[in-house]
């Protein structure tokens, strides 16, 4: 590197008074600021990351909500199996009761026709059999049973079966003549239809 000569020794004097600024000593000694702005934020943006890293209570923070946020999910899991548990439970429980009461129909159907056929009605069979027939019916009323004798009633298919047609005066067509074997529901669920003969 060679030495100023005296007149730019002069030029650098002058420059200085100037712009209140002393003149580089070599070309390209100042950077831009742009540069400089970059530089600093590279090397604060590591020292921001340490020091998170180094903060025990944010790191401690950051972990309660993640654990937080896990356990309202479970919550809701939970409690969405929950719910369709108990749903699946009750329907099990509505089918197992109209398989029993499905089976249980034809014991009534054959006690009402002992007693139908009965010479004596007052006979202590036909009683006992009349109070068994009264007990069994009561219990199927309690779990919500009903008997669907539709005589008088226009034919229904969802509730009705026809087994035949007849025409009979002053009837209009379609409606339930006679009923030859009753039917049952439990609330919405038809457990067995009437079997009906229709007008035509």
């Given amino acids: 590197m060679t030495r100023p000569t005296p007149k730019e020794e002069a030029v650098r ?3 200085r008074d100037r712009d209140g600024a002393s003149a580089p000593e070599e070309p390209g000694a100042l950077e831009r600021p742009e540069e ?12 921001a990351e340490e020091q998170r890293e180094a903060d025990p209570l944010a790191k401690a923070e950051a972990e309660r909500d993640e654990y937080l946020e896990l356990a309202k999910r479970t919550q809701a899991d939970f409690e969405n199996y929950r719910k369709r548990a108990a749903k699946e439970m009750a329907a099990a429980g ?15 159907d054959n006690l009402e026709r002992a007693l139908e056929s009965a010479d004596d009605g007052d006979s202590a069979l036909a009683q006992g059999v ?15 049973v009903e008997a669907l004798e539709p005589a008088g009633e ?13 025409t ?6 379609g409606v339930v003549l006679d009923v030859v074997e009753k039917g049952y529901r439990l609330s ?13």
Avoid: C, N, Y
């Fill in 94 to 108: 509505e089918r197992a009761k109209v398989g029993l009461v499905r089976d249980l129909l034809p014991v009534v």
């Fill in 168 to 173: 009979e005066d002053g009837a209009a067509p």
């Fill in 13 to 15: 004097e002058q420059l």
């Fill in 36 to 47: 400089e702005a970059a530089d600093e934020a590279a090397v604060a943006e590591p020292e």
């Fill in 130 to 144: 009349r109070l068994v027939l009264s007990e069994l019916q009561g219990v199927l009323a309690r779990e919500g």
């Fill in 188 to 200: 919405d669920t038809v457990i067995r239809p009437a079997r009906v003969v229709v007008s035509a």
């Fill in 154 to 166: 226009s034919f229904d298919p969802t509730f009705h079966e026809a087994l035949s047609t007849r």
